[in-house]
Each structure stands twice: as structure tokens, then as C-alpha cells.
């Protein structure tokens, strides 16, 4: 990850291109003794979406950017990594439909390059997921970090939904539900210490 400086001001017209996921096109440079680039120049990558006037988008963005700082320490370059990041911030910005799903299949999708995406459901007698291990076992876990039958079978659903890139067309109290297994899930995986703050705006507004 890297810290950019801008010079702000009132007649600054190009600071709500800092808002979170916006995507923009910048030259930087750095000064001597510094760990942050400054920014010289900035401009709107998309600059024909409805982005800034989208209030699911907004909150949207606003949570998929926290889970991010949350998720990536590294500061070194990680092409993959970059790539998909920034089509899902494309895909963000340019969606006009299917958008109540996007932090859910983000999240699932993000899970595969943190290193953790969960594995799909190999038999039916293997009904219980694990969430410490990322993996559906035919017995119950002997600790508490797992799905029981009904949760493990809607859990599986969205993994093959996500992996053929599909809509995870389900009614909103199983969405609410299953972020708040993924939340549970990165916090598992990534050792998270505090909880996040944005999640719960996303649950209001796409109640």
C-alpha cells in the first residue's frame, strides 16, 4: 500500500476524486526523506459513471475500501493482485444492475488472492463448514467457528455462484446473513482485532 499526498484548498475543485474506490489517473513524485509521493497532477479514470451521485455505490465503496486497508499490508507491487482490484472498481462504478450482491461476491472473490477462498461442498454427507479451516466436514467442528447444515448449504450456493461468476439471487435477510459470515470469516483468517465500522450502513440500506 502506498500514502499519497495532495495540496488541499477550497479552490481545489479535484478532491472528491479522493473519495474511497474513486479511480484515478495521477503523477507523483517523491521528496527526499519522505515515505509518501506527492501528487502533481490527477484526473477521474471514469469519468462518464454516476459514481459520485450514487448513494449505494457510495456506501458500497465505502465498505469494500475499509475491508481492503483491513485485508493488505504489502507494500510491494502485486500485479494480480492490482488487476483485480481495479475491475472490481470498474465494475462498481459502470454497474447499473445487480448491485444489493457486489460486496458479497467481492468478498468471496478478494478471499482467493488473501489466500483463503473457501472450498466448495465434495459430498453431501460433508454438511458442516469449517470456517477456521475453510473447508465442509461430515462431522460437527470441536469448536464453535462453524455452519450448521441449512447456513453450510446457503454458504456452498454462494461459492458456486461466485466461481460462475453468477448473481447470488437470494432474498436479502440470507444476504445480510451471509455477510455477516464472511465478516466472521475474514476476521478468522486475517486475525482482525477490531471490527469494522461501515458494515452495518450496508445491511440499512440494502435491507
Known sequence: MQSFIMK???????????????????????????????IKEIENAFPSTDFCDNIYKINLAIFINEIILKS???????????????????????TKTAIADFHLRFLFSFSRFLGFFPEEQKEVKSCYFDLREGVFSEKIPEHNEFLKERESSLWNQCIRRTKAADSLNMQSVFKQRILEILIQYYSIHLHWNTGLKSHEVIKEIFA
Open 8 to 38: 488541499a484548498g477550497r479552490k481545489n475543485k479535484k478532491l472528491h476524486f479522493l473519495q474511497s474506490l474513486s479511480a484515478v489517473n495521477l503523477l507523483a513524485f517523491y521528496k527526499e526523506k519522505s515515505t509518501f509521493l506527492y
Open 72 to 94: 493488505i499490508a504489502e507494500q510491494e507491487a502485486n500485479p494480480n493482485l492490482f488487476d483485480f482490484l481495479w475491475a472490481e472498481i470498474k465494475a462498481l462504478h459502470d
